[in-house]
């Protein structure tokens, strides 16, 4: 089993960036994919940004392509979701996920491990 802690959330003028970090901990990193998720109040959970367990692939969702990048550092053992241009719908309670399948995921049911969440909120 992993445990997954994430941090970085906060307030942010729209414009404004912030650097979401999870920390791994529990088994060898390596052995995971990674994911990032969010979820604004009454919406449903939605797919952010992956990558794959060499750091090698990565993926993000459309709405986040050219200002959100993630990346992976195995001797820290955590994932980074870097989000810059942030805009007001990107407020949301962000997750991090562990899955111990191969690849680039953007299914939530194909994540095996989820940290907490933290919370940003971009203003206008």
């Known amino acids: 089993q992993v445990q997954l802690v994430e941090s970085g959330g906060g307030l942010v003028q729209a414009g404004g960036s912030l650097r979401l970090s999870c920390a791994a901990s529990?088994?060898?990193?390596?052995?995971?994919?990674m994911g990032w998720f969010r979820q604004a109040p009454g919406k449903e959970r939605e797919f952010v940004a992956a990558?794959?367990?060499?750091?090698?692939?990565?993926y993000a969702t459309d709405s986040v392509k050219g200002r959100f990048s993630i990346s992976r550092d195995g001797a820290k053992n955590t994932v980074v979701l870097q989000m810059n241009s942030l805009k007001p719908e990107d407020t949301a309670v962000y997750y991090c996920?562990?899955?111990?399948?191969?690849?680039?995921?953007?299914?939530?049911?194909?994540?095996?491990?989820w940290g907490q969440g933290t919370q940003v909120t971009v203003s206008s």
């Open positions: 996920a562990a899955s111990l399948r191969f690849g680039v995921l953007r299914a939530q049911g194909e994540y095996d491990y």
């Open positions: 529990g088994r060898t990193f390596s052995n995971y994919a």
């Open positions: 990558i794959s367990r060499s750091g090698g692939r990565t």
